[in-house]
Nanobody, 126 residues
Framework: QVQLVESGGGSVQAGGSLRLSCAFY????????IGWFRQAPGKEREGVAV????????YYTDSVKGRFTISQDSAKNTVYLQMNSLKPEDTAQYYC???????????????????WGQGTQVTVSS
C-alpha cells in the first residue's frame, strides 16, 4: 500500500511562490509516476505536472509551463512542486497522486492514478 502526504500549501499574493511537498510512504518508490493535480471550486480536476520517479520524463500542462517545476529527492522519497509567478487562477486544492509507471515508461496526467494524498490548499490573491 502507498500513502502520500502533501504539505506546503498556503496563501500568497499574485507573483509569489510556493513549494509543495509530497512524501511517499511505501515500497519501490522508483517505479512510479507521481503527479500533482488541482481542483478549484466548481471546476473539474486538472492535471498540473507529473514526474517519473525512475528519472524519466516530466510533463506539465500548458498553463503552468515555465512557472512550475516538478522535482524529487529520491533519498527522502519526496516529490516537490515549485510554483513561481503564481496567478489567482492557480488557486485550488492541490493533490499528489501516484500510479505504477507504465511499460513504456512515459508518465502523464491521463494515467489512472491509484493512490492519492489528502490535498493541500493554495490560494493566490490579486
Amino acid at each position: 500500500q502507498v500513502q502520500l502526504v502533501e504539505s506546503g500549501g498556503g496563501s500568497v499574493q499574485a507573483g509569489g511562490s510556493l513549494r509543495l511537498s509530497c512524501a511517499f510512504y511505501g515500497y519501490s518508490y522508483s517505479s512510479y509516476c507521481i503527479g500533482w493535480f488541482r481542483q478549484a471550486p466548481g471546476k473539474e480536476r486538472e492535471g498540473v505536472a507529473v514526474g517519473n520517479t525512475g528519472g524519466g520524463n516530466t510533463y506539465y500542462t500548458d498553463s503552468v509551463k515555465g512557472r512550475f517545476t516538478i522535482s524529487q529527492d529520491s533519498a527522502k522519497n519526496t516529490v516537490y512542486l515549485q510554483m513561481n509567478s503564481l496567478k489567482p487562477e492557480d488557486t485550488a486544492q492541490y493533490y499528489c497522486a501516484a500510479t505504477f509507471r507504465p511499460f513504456n515508461g512515459y508518465c502523464h496526467t491521463r494515467l489512472q492514478y491509484r493512490f492519492w494524498g489528502q490535498g493541500t490548499q493554495v490560494t493566490v490573491s490579486s
